[in-house]
């Protein structure tokens, strides 16, 4: 499956194309599990972190490194991190507890393919991982320690677990924009937040540095959420490799259905130039990320 799958071969691409058999390599090397992991759970964990996801935080935190000064090989743990508990949020939402989906990343999800208690602990064991990978591989260890806390902070309660359980509740409820963002800013903002944070970070940037890198991270979050409502309405299955129009004939709470499909687009365009314009003043080193936020407005999956 093409994972980018753009029209034009952009700048973006380009970089993706070359750093993400870096990242999958990384994640396969992770993942090889010789004591003591039964075989079927060693499937699931791969099954579903080797799918051909887009790779999209991990190519922040190597984009944000390597705009403050840092090589990709310095930042790769960290990228793996963040993959790591970003999938292991994809098998547990696709739970039939959660939103009950049977496809992800173009195969059966987790659950469908290996069953739901195998699922639940490979997501378990992948988040486990992540502060694992984090601990032993990222150098210094008091920078190491600062990415363990920063990525807790960003996959806890009051972030990802925190926005999904509201994300849950709200399914029915009648809420306002401010209270959607709040939903998402949690749920989908804060890992692409910290991909961006843990790229300055292992990178030992400066705190300016890092709070652009973190304003852009929050714009891009927001308004990577509301083209994933819009390609919900608008996409296909073959190519978004998950179920279309889910949230939309279940009633759910989404950009689209608050505001109408033009205002959604008009507010992911907004948010877009927002991240840009965070990054601008840094210049050449900043050229990686302003063309991601291009993608990221153009993406189709
Ligand atoms: C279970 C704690 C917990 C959280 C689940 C990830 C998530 C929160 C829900 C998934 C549903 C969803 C549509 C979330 C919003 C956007 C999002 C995170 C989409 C998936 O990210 P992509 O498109 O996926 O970057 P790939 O597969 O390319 O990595």
């Given at each position: 499956?093409?994972?980018?799958?753009?029209?034009?071969?952009?700048?973006?691409?380009?970089?993706?194309?070359?750093?993400?058999?870096?990242i999958?390599?990384?994640?396969?090397?992770?993942?090889?599990?010789?004591?003591?992991?039964?075989?079927?759970?060693?499937?699931?964990?791969?099954?579903?972190?080797?799918?051909?996801?887009?790779?999209?935080?991990?190519?922040l935190?190597?984009?944000?490194?390597?705009?403050?000064?840092?090589s990709?090989?310095?930042?790769?743990p960290?990228?793996?991190?963040?993959?790591?508990?970003?999938?292991?949020?994809?098998?547990?939402?696709?739970?039939?507890?959660?939103?009950?989906?049977?496809?992800?990343?173009?195969?059966?999800?987790?659950?469908?393919?290996?069953?739901?208690?195998t699922?639940?602990?490979?997501?378990?064991?992948?988040?486990?991982?992540?502060?694992?990978?984090?601990?032993?591989?990222?150098?210094?260890?008091?920078?190491?320690?600062?990415?363990?806390?920063?990525?807790?902070?960003?996959?806890?309660?009051e972030?990802?677990?925190?926005?999904?359980?509201?994300?849950?509740?709200?399914?029915?409820?009648?809420?306002?924009?401010?209270?959607?963002?709040?939903?998402?800013?949690?749920?989908?903002?804060a890992?692409?937040?910290?991909?961006?944070?843990?790229?300055?970070?292992?990178?030992?940037?400066?705190?300016?540095?890092?709070?652009?890198?973190?304003d852009?991270?929050?714009?891009?979050?927001?308004?990577?959420?509301?083209?994933?409502?819009?390609?919900?309405?608008?996409?296909?299955?073959?190519?978004l490799?998950?179920?279309?129009?889910?949230?939309?004939?279940?009633?759910?709470?989404?950009?689209?259905?608050?505001?109408?499909?033009?205002?959604s687009?008009r507010?992911?365009?907004?948010?877009?130039?927002?991240?840009?314009?965070?990054?601008?003043?840094?210049?050449?080193?900043?050229?990686?990320?302003?063309?991601?936020?291009?993608?990221?407005?153009?993406?189709?999956?």
């Amino acid at each position: 499956m093409d994972r980018m799958n753009v029209s034009e071969p952009s700048e973006f691409n380009s970089y993706a194309l070359a750093r993400r058999d870096a990242i999958d390599a990384a994640l396969d090397q992770y993942t090889q599990f010789h004591h003591g992991c039964p075989t079927h759970l060693r499937e699931a964990i791969r099954h579903s972190l080797l799918a051909p996801g887009k790779r999209l935080r991990p190519l922040l935190v190597l984009m944000a490194a390597e705009a403050c000064g840092s090589s990709p090989e310095q930042a790769m743990p960290a990228a793996c991190a963040v993959e790591m508990v970003h999938t292991y949020s994809l098998v547990h939402d696709d739970l039939p507890a959660m939103d009950d989906d049977d496809l992800r990343r173009g195969r059966p999800s987790c659950h469908a393919a290996f069953g739901e208690a195998t699922a639940i602990l490979a997501g378990d064991a992948l988040q486990a991982l992540a502060f694992e990978v984090l601990a032993k591989y990222v150098q210094p260890p008091q920078i190491a320690a600062r990415c363990c806390a920063e990525l807790a902070t960003a996959a806890g309660a009051e972030s990802l677990v925190g926005g999904q359980a509201d994300d849950l509740d709200a399914e029915f409820a009648t809420l306002g924009v401010s209270q959607l963002e709040a939903i998402h800013r949690r749920k989908t903002g804060a890992m692409f937040r910290v991909s961006l944070r843990l790229g300055g970070i292992v990178a030992q940037a400066s705190d300016e540095h890092i709070s652009r890198l973190d304003d852009y991270g929050a714009n891009l979050g927001l308004a990577f959420q509301i083209i994933d409502d819009l390609l919900d309405v608008e996409g296909d299955v073959k190519t978004l490799g998950k179920r279309a129009q889910k949230d939309s004939t279940r009633g759910k709470l989404t950009f689209p259905a608050l505001l109408g499909r033009e205002e959604s687009s008009r507010r992911a365009a907004e948010l877009i130039s927002a991240a840009r314009r965070a990054v601008e003043p840094w210049g050449e080193p900043a050229r990686g990320l302003d063309s991601l936020a291009h993608f990221v407005l153009e993406r189709n999956r």
